[in-house]
């Protein structure tokens, strides 16, 4: 059964600290993805992985880094929190290079910048 | 620039009816519709997909219709169960890309008894 992995389910932190997310999927997808979700916007892309060490912006980087040591892991990156990046984060990993690729995501994790 | 818009945020269906969600979209573009649904506390899980060269794709209960002209697709649940109330997503690729996906803002769904 396919799976993706985060490490957190809940997770609270502070103004200003550095927030790490991690991803695991067991697949050996090429490909993996941080989204966001918030409410009336749906999911956004933030960062898009299509092979180890590489990385692409998805449509709202800002605020937000990734590294892609190994294949199976994904690791999203909050420099400096900040409220505005309360949400909902979704980890999904695919296939390449398919048309109609699905997509499997891990549960989320829900993160609180107070 | 929202390119994939699901208009109507949220919708409620007596069990056994149909449920219809709906999808727009404003790229002639995409090439693979997909949609996903969405419990509380969970990841996104896959439906049902539909390529651009269809009109209808068809599996169990669920059904997707695609109107290339109109730029519009929909998602038929029939009969609605209980179990079916959760938030749906409409997403899309692009022939340039067909890794991404772009997704609409969702359509919550409540089947009451």
């Known amino acids: 059964d396919v799976k993706v992995t985060q490490s957190s389910r809940y997770l609270v932190k502070r103004t200003g600290e550095k927030v790490f997310l991690e991803c695991v999927q067991d697949m050996d997808h090429e490909n993996m993805f941080w989204y966001r979700q918030d409410p009336g916007l749906g999911l956004r892309l933030i960062y898009f992985?299509?092979?180890?060490?590489?990385?692409e912006k998805g449509d709202i980087p800002e605020g937000y880094s990734v590294s892609r040591e190994k294949k199976e892991r994904f690791s999203l990156i909050l420099e400096s929190a900040s409220t505005n990046q309360t949400s909902m984060y979704l980890c999904?990993?695919?296939?390449?290079?398919?048309?109609?690729?699905?997509?499997?995501f891990g549960p989320g994790t829900r993160l609180t910048v107070l | 620039d929202q390119q994939v818009k699901q208009n109507s945020p949220s919708l409620s269906v007596q069990e056994g009816r149909i449920s219809i969600l709906n999808c727009d979209y404003t790229?002639?573009?995409?090439?693979?519709f997909l949609w996903y649904k969405k419990y509380p506390a969970e990841g996104p899980t896959f439906l049902i997909s539909?390529?651009?060269?269809?009109d209808k794709n068809e599996d169990g209960r669920f059904t997707v219709f695609l109107n290339k002209s109109a730029k519009h697709l929909s998602l038929h649940i029939v009969p609605s169960q209980p179990g079916d109330s959760a938030v749906y997503f409409c997403a899309a690729t692009l022939w340039s890309n067909t890794d991404k996906l772009i997704f609409g803002t969702g359509t919550r769904l409540q089947v009451f008894p």
């Open positions: 539909i390529s651009s060269i269809k």
């Open positions: 999904a990993s695919s296939l390449p290079g398919t048309s109609g690729n699905e997509q499997f």
């Open positions: 992985s299509y092979d180890v060490k590489m990385k």
């Open positions: 790229n002639s573009m995409f090439d693979y």
